[in-house]
């Protein structure tokens, strides 16, 4: 139990490492689907609403983050991606808007279907890597 919480921590609080596709998948539709049931089906204070939309937007920078640095990618990426999302969220009403779902639609295609870097990057080792080196621990 503590590892899965420990696990869950990691993907939606930190920004460093790397994760791979399925985890970065998961992690999205768990955050759309909180954005979806905050923003649409619940009614709630203004500052509270504002409250939970920034944590959701700081979970979705290290989730994109993370598998940003799978691809070899800066997470500083993170913002453009997040802010088109802002962009075309809920419908696109202009032009700016449909443009922001066209690179919306770039980006989905190469973080959740495109493979990561399967060597070490300068972000860390491949997502479920096994260190290896021929040193014997001592």
Do not use: E
Not at 47 to 54: C, F, S, Y
Not at 75 to 97: D, E, R, V
Not at 129 to 137: E, F, I, L, M, Y
């Amino acid at each position: 139990m503590l590892a899965t919480m420990t696990a869950l921590a990691d993907l939606f609080l930190n920004s460093t490492g790397r994760i791979g596709r399925i985890r970065f998948s998961a992690g999205a539709a768990c955050l759309i689907g909180a954005w979806i049931a905050v923003d649409v089906f619940l009614r709630t204070p203004g500052w509270l609403h504002a409250l939970i939309a920034a944590a959701l937007l700081y979970s979705g920078f290290c989730v994109l983050s993370q598998r940003l640095h799978d691809r070899g990618r800066s997470g500083w990426w993170s913002g453009p991606i997040l802010l088109a999302f802002a962009l075309a969220w809920p419908q696109p009403m202009t032009l700016l808007g449909w443009i922001a779902v066209a690179g919306l639609a770039f980006v989905a295609v190469d973080l959740a279907i495109l493979p990561g870097q399967k060597a070490f990057n300068r972000y860390g080792a491949a997502p479920g890597a096994r260190h290896q080196s021929g040193a014997t621990p001592v």
